[in-house]
């Protein structure tokens, strides 16, 4: 026993060699309710004339019944329907037309109904909104494509070099004398990134840093600094270091605050 023929709405025509105006094959595909695109053409190899049409029904229907009204077409379903209509109104082997009822804002229909997340929290960056409350709002998008975001930002948002001096607070003492806590209470609620023992730096435009030497980053010279698969511009308005040694290693201090 025979399986069923497959069924479809979105079909493509090859109809070769055609007597049909093109008014004719339009006023059939109207009459049949019909969402069409057709053209003239000439193949690129055998330059054979034909038009190649692509037609959406509004009911699934079988090739059979799409031949009933082009006898002579060859018909193929079509899976993708945007991909069939470019194929059809191609103007590489096009002679005349095209001829359409389908609103060509139609093909970007599918990706404009997708919210477009992420221009969405650059506006947000800009407006000034932390980086941990955009991961709180945007957890899916920050899990998936990190790195693409801390890029995206830096590019858009802090091009350009800073022109300030970073200002600079120097903590030393013995081991267990609080100067970490004393690091955080200076910071008061200021945005704070205390940094690890890696090598990469991460949030670089935050406005506090904490950490332990980097003596050569303190003037208000341009410059980046690594960070994972990427370089930043230096950002840093004020940096709080605390460390076991008894003075710093060469510079200035003025009121034992700044560097």
């Not at 497959?6 to 009459?31: D, H, M």
């Not at 194929?87 to 404009?112: F, L, V």
């Not at 899990?143 to 600079?168: F, G």
Request: glycine letters at 6%.
């Amino acid at each position: 026993m025979a399986g069923r023929a497959p069924k479809g709405r979105n079909f493509i025509v090859t109809y070769n060699n055609p007597t049909e105006t093109a008014n004719e094959l339009v006023q059939r595909s109207v009459a049949n309710n019909l969402r069409y695109a057709i053209q003239r053409g000439r193949g690129t190899e055998a330059g054979t004339e034909h038009y190649q049409i692509y037609l959406n029904y509004p009911t699934t229907k079988t090739c059979s019944q799409v031949r009933r009204i082009l006898p002579h077409g060859h018909v193929e379903i079509a899976r993708n329907p945007i991909a069939a209509r470019r194929y059809c109104i191609k103007s590489d082997t096009r002679i005349d037309g095209p001829w359409t009822n389908i609103e060509s804002r139609e093909e970007t229909m599918a990706q404009e109904k997708k919210p477009n997340y992420m221009q969405e929290l650059i506006d947000r960056y800009k407006q000034g909104t932390s980086i941990q409350q955009l991961a709180e709002e945007y957890p899916n998008l920050f899990a998936r494509n990190y790195n693409n975001i801390m890029r995206t930002l830096d590019l858009i948002c802090h091009s350009t070099p800073r022109s300030t001096k970073t200002e600079v607070w120097w903590l030393y003492g013995k081991t267990g004398t609080g100067k970490s806590s004393k690091a955080l209470q200076m910071a008061e609620a200021k945005p704070t990134y205390w940094k690890n023992s890696t090598e990469w730096w991460d949030p670089l435009d935050l406005a506090t840093l904490l950490q332990e030497a980097l003596k050569r980053r303190f003037g208000g010279y341009t410059g980046r600094q690594e960070q994972e698969n990427q370089a930043r511009p230096y950002k840093w308005r004020r940096l709080s270091l605390h460390t076991g040694r008894t003075q710093p290693n060469g510079g200035t201090t003025t009121n034992n605050k700044k560097w």
